[in-house]
């Protein structure tokens, strides 16, 4: 007779230890619809603000864009602030080590603010949206060394569309400003390491302190901390540059038309910070300096007939119009539905 044979079930060790804390993450990845969302509320602030600064520093000749740069702050500061008392936004109250966990950011936020602003002032709308697309080609260059993305062939055949439109454009401006040229060129320079450093504070992980779990610093702390800590470098350069007197004798302070669209930069200011970091926290850097630029569609067509600074040129209007191609071009690859994956992927690099 055959004995029946005892079977042992062999007991596996747990994964992970009972005691041993888990190892922190990030964020979940957001949905389709989110990203697109975000990208376009970012599209339309972006679209918004830029007729709102210009029509005050060109149309009614406002004299100090560090000034209006200054008002953008100061209300986003009062708005978070009013906000989190209410317990309608949350983020992390100051510590001493605040400034550090932001790193480079709030100079990058100042530097950014200030020289987008006056690039505003110098050019034209159609000479700036199209030297604002370089911010592209160094936004996914600075993926690539600080965030380890690199993206799919297509997305460059996009850029790359985005970046020739752009240098037709502009080598045939006939409106050239050297002044106005720098500072757009150091915004785009700024604007990447903004998105591309936003993106790492938003996408760490989280952090312990003694056992305790550190509050994220979220969208709204990058916000409120990156206005609060360059508020005050803000007021001295104001002061610096003696716009002061020029802004306090300013002849439309009495006008009310003029005083609403002050205000409505002021708010769109923080309206535009609100959806850029919230853009980038859905998307990619890449995406959410694209989705500025391709907002620009209708800022390019319609500053040919505002501000009335724009100079027609042929080589100029063919430029403009391929960049709006390769702008379209990245929206359908980057949110169509893909089997192939998404369009941009991770890549670990060798040290």
């Known amino acids: 007779m055959r004995m029946p044979t005892s079977i042992q079930i062999e007991q ?61 702050m100061i209300t986003t500061i009062v708005v978070l602030y009013i906000g ?30 200030i020289f987008g602003l006056g690039g505003t002032k110098e050019l034209s709308l159609p000479m700036f949206t199209m030297l604002r697309r370089f911010s592209i080609l160094m936004t996914m260059i600075a993926e690539f060394w600080v965030l380890n993305v690199r993206p799919k062939l297509p997305v460059k055949v996009s850029v790359g569309l985005m970046i020739l439109g752009a240098v037709i454009a502009a080598s045939t401006d006939l409106g050239f400003n050297l002044h106005g040229y720098v500072f757009v060129l150091l915004s785009d320079v700024l ?7 936003t993106k790492q504070i938003l996408s760490a992980p989280s952090q312990m302190s003694g056992g305790v779990p550190i509050e994220p610093m979220g969208k709204y702390g990058v916000m409120f901390y990156c206005a609060l800590f360059m508020t005050p470098v803000a007021f001295v350069s104001l002061c610096l540059s003696g716009d002061v007197m020029q802004v306090t004798h300013f002849l439309l302070w009495s006008d009310p038309l003029f005083i609403i669209q002050f205000l409505g930069s002021c708010c769109m200011g923080f309206v535009l910070n609100y959806s850029v970091v919230l853009c980038t926290q859905h998307n990619s850097a890449l995406t959410t300096t694209i989705m500025g630029c391709l907002k620009n569609i209708l800022v390019t067509y319609l ?40 369009a941009v992927v991770k890549t670990f690099r060798k040290i």
């Open 303 to 342: 500053g040919m007939f505002v501000g009335g600074d724009y100079i027609f040129s042929p080589a100029n209007f063919v430029g403009i119009n391929l960049s709006v191609v390769g702008s379209l071009l990245y929206t359908y690859v980057t949110f169509k539905p893909s089997k192939s994956g998404p």
């Open 84 to 113: 989190k008392h209410l317990r309608v936004v949350s983020f992390p109250d100051f510590e001493m080590g605040t400034f550090r966990r932001l790193g480079p950011l709030p100079f990058i936020y100042v530097c950014n603010v």
């Open 191 to 197: 604007t990447a390491s903004n998105g591309v450093f």
């Open 12 to 72: 596996k060790e747990p994964l992970l230890d009972e005691n041993e804390p888990e190892v922190p993450t990030g964020p979940p990845p957001s949905s389709l619809a989110l990203k697109v969302w975000s990208a376009s509320f970012y599209a339309v602030a972006s679209f918004l603000i830029t007729i709102v600064n210009k029509s005050v520093l060109t149309s009614y000749a406002f004299p100090s864009f560090q000034a209006l740069a200054l008002g953008q």
